[in-house]
């Protein structure tokens, strides 16, 4: 059901609320200028904010303006997400949009549509064509999020060499005079949460965020080298602009706004499965083996074979494979230019591999690091899909590792349009050729796994190549609040191996377990040798090769930002549910009423931090427990400095 009003206003006043009535849009077109505002509970989360753009040659669409019309219709449905945290998504929203047309002599025309959910609002501008204005280059959008300055932020910063992997800084919204990037989690002064980002990111540039010279939050789209933000023909739409709102920061966790924000997939993508792997990886790491050839050269035929058998005798699915191609000699960095994604090294023989794996029922993870080099990366792209769907390889690990995206001469940021178009590009390639991937030093998830099921991961935060000094504990007590609300992650978990040389890892042995629950992944690793999990630790690899990566439903149990995150999770194919839990550098007991369980009684098997375990002097400090529980039943586990735990519970 949905209702017209024919307005031709220069003024205009009005509420608009949620369905359930707690959240309410205000909206404003005076002084031929529009602004909205957002209330939860009739208190200010959002105060007035004004909308509109600026294009190059033209005068800017914020002035001037009046209301054409104003059309209303409510929704009401329930996604079924194909994978992922939860089944099903509610997606139910009051929609309201504004029509606009310009009141001098100009007359262009757009609009603008809003939609209220009960836990977020969102918008976005749509410009048709129309007469002498058929393609327009953006200078600026000019969205404003005008938040209480006082309020807390947790944040890291845009349009840097690292793109994501920063350490999380916390700071006042004051404080925010340099681009950060979103989701941008924020605690209010009345005790709200609040969560800044976008949803269905395509042909347009990452949002950013930065205090304007009137102390308001403002998009600050990522440019391109040549200074727009974007080029586009009309018709075109942004992205959503979303505010994820919660009363509580565990609250926060279970937005799942951004994938009611993205299409249906238009074709059949059954074909698609999550995936555990292990990987010739963390030995280049630690420094066993190298990517580039030699001597210690880990991607040989010989070595991923071996790999492949040790992922029968695990159970576990897949294969990683990198350093398999030419162009890893010397500074791999800097030569990435002439990196080959279709010439194998001559040790390893893909077709041989590819075909001992299929034999075995393991799937290959291929993988092409680009460096950055887009433009030899797209001259080869094709072939190189093709190669590996002929092979059977319906798995790639992508990357970008390099402080820009090299193209025809030009630098650009992996989050601008240039970064965002070539990444969709890859992905519906991949889709054509029944190929799913994991994309590192990726752009940021806005939701279109809903879209491209094939997208399983993605990396967009530092993960655990970053251990040996650069995480502290806190990082994964932030991660859930922040970078994971917009989407999953691939944190390369189940590092057993935790005091080595090389990378020693600043968790204890129960933290890792717990990763695989706490941070979710449609496409979770097994990132340590096989070894340490068959000869060292057979009864914790229990725990990984059991954990599913799929799942029903979500149920966050406790947590604050950057101190500690429990979350409970059931298994998409049977009534067993999983428990995590980590902690910042500071011990915590954890108190858990079992009340998500469905009825009847199961088999605990918990694996817990020991009495004296410490993430520094004792990480291999771990007890593990079985007891039979039921929904009535609670539990009191320890979590040690840099520690936490994690549970199974099995249905009996």
């Known amino acids: 059901m949905f209702k017209w009003a024919p307005l031709r206003k220069a003024e205009f006043h009005q509420n608009f609320s949620s369905p359930n009535g707690r959240v309410v849009c205000q909206f404003a077109l005076k002084n031929n200028q529009i602004s909205y505002a957002v209330f939860r509970d009739n208190r200010p989360v959002i105060k007035s904010s004004l909308l509109g753009f600026k294009f190059f ?45 310009e009141s001098n002599n100009k007359h262009r025309i757009f609009t603008i549509r809003f939609r209220i959910f009960d836990n977020a609002v969102a918008f976005r501008y749509e410009i048709p064509p129309q007469p002498n204005f058929r393609r327009i280059s953006i200078e600026d959008e000019l969205t404003e999020f005008n938040i209480d300055l006082n309020s807390v932020a947790w944040k890291i910063p845009a349009l840097q060499p690292d793109r994501y992997e920063y350490n999380y800084e916390k700071c006042s919204v004051y404080d925010l005079s340099y681009a950060v990037h979103t989701p941008l989690t924020v605690r209010t002064p009345n005790g709200y949460y609040v969560s800044i980002h976008e949803a269905a ?30 080029h586009v023909d009309l018709p075109f739409q942004t992205p959503w602009r979303l505010i994820m709102l919660a009363d509580s920061a565990i609250e926060l966790t279970t937005n799942r706004t951004m994938y009611a924000l993205n299409d249906p997939p238009e074709s059949d993508f059954s074909w698609v499965k999550t995936l555990k792997f292990i990987g010739i990886w963390w030995a280049m790491y630690v420094g066993e083996w190298t990517w580039a050839p ?16 040790a992922a029968i005798r695990l159970g576990v699915s897949g294969l990683l494979i990198e350093g398999w191609n030419e162009g890893w000699e010397g500074n791999w960095l800097e030569n ?92 519906e390639l991949a889709a054509r050729k029944h190929i799913c991937l994991d994309i590192h030093e990726p752009i940021k998830g806005t ?7 094939n997208l399983l991961s993605r990396e967009g935060a530092r ?45 204890t042995l129960a933290r890792q377990l717990a990763y695989y629950i706490v941070i979710y992944s449609g496409m979770q690793m097994a990132a340590d040798r096989p070894r340490f999990y068959e000869d060292k630790f057979p009864k914790l690899f229990e725990f990984i090769r059991d954990v599913p990566t799929n799942f029903e439903r979500t149920v966050p149990l406790a947590g604050e930002i950057g101190e500690y995150y429990i979350v409970a999770r059931k298994d998409y194919y049977s009534d067993d549910w999983y428990v995590g839990g980590v902690t910042n550098s500071d011990s915590r007991k954890a108190h858990l009423n079992l009340d998500f369980l469905d009825q009847g009684e199961y088999l605990a098997k918990i694996y817990v931090d020991s009495e004296n375990a410490h993430y520094k002097n004792n990480p291999f400090g771990m007890e593990i427990l079985e007891q039979k529980v039921n929904q009535k039943s609670t539990l009191t586990l320890q979590m040690a400095p840099g520690g936490g735990f994690a549970i199974q519970f099995r249905r009996l």
């Open 57 to 101: 040659g033209e005068a800017l669409l914020q002035d001037n303006l009046k209301i054409i019309r104003l059309r209303e219709q409510k929704h009401r449905e329930t996604i079924e997400m194909p994978w992922g945290e939860d089944r099903f998504i509610k997606n139910d929203y009051h929609e309201i949009t504004f029509y606009f047309s």
């Open 201 to 230: 990111l395509y042909d347009y540039g990452s949002m950013n965020l930065k205090l304007n010279s009137k102390h308001a939050l403002k998009s600050d789209i990522t440019p391109l080298s040549d200074g727009a933000k974007a």
């Open 294 to 309: 030699g001597e210690k050269h880990g991607a040989t035929t010989k070595h991923a074979k071996e790999y492949i058998d």
């Open 336 to 427: 990435g230019k002439n990196n080959s994604f279709i010439v194998s090294t001559p040790d390893f023989n893909l077709q041989e591999v590819a075909a001992y794996a299929k034999s075995h029922n393991i799937e290959i993870v291929g993988h092409h690091e680009t460096v950055g080099f887009v433009d030899n990366y797209e001259k080869q792209l094709e072939s190189a899909y093709n190669i590996y769907a002929a092979a059977g390889v319906h798995y790639i690990k992508t990357g970008y590792a390099n402080d820009m995206m090299y193209a025809n001469g030009r630098k650009e940021y992996h989050h601008s349009q240039f970064g965002v178009k070539h990444y969709q590009k890859t992905i």
């Open 447 to 453: 939701g279109i796994e809903r879209t491209w099921p």
């Open 463 to 507: 993960g655990q190549e970053y251990e040996g000094g650069s995480l502290s504990p806190t990082h994964a007590c932030i991660l859930p609040y922040t970078r994971l609300l917009s989407g999953g992650m691939d944190y390369t978990s189940g590092i057993f191996d935790l005091q080595n040389n090389i990378k020693p890892i600043f968790t």
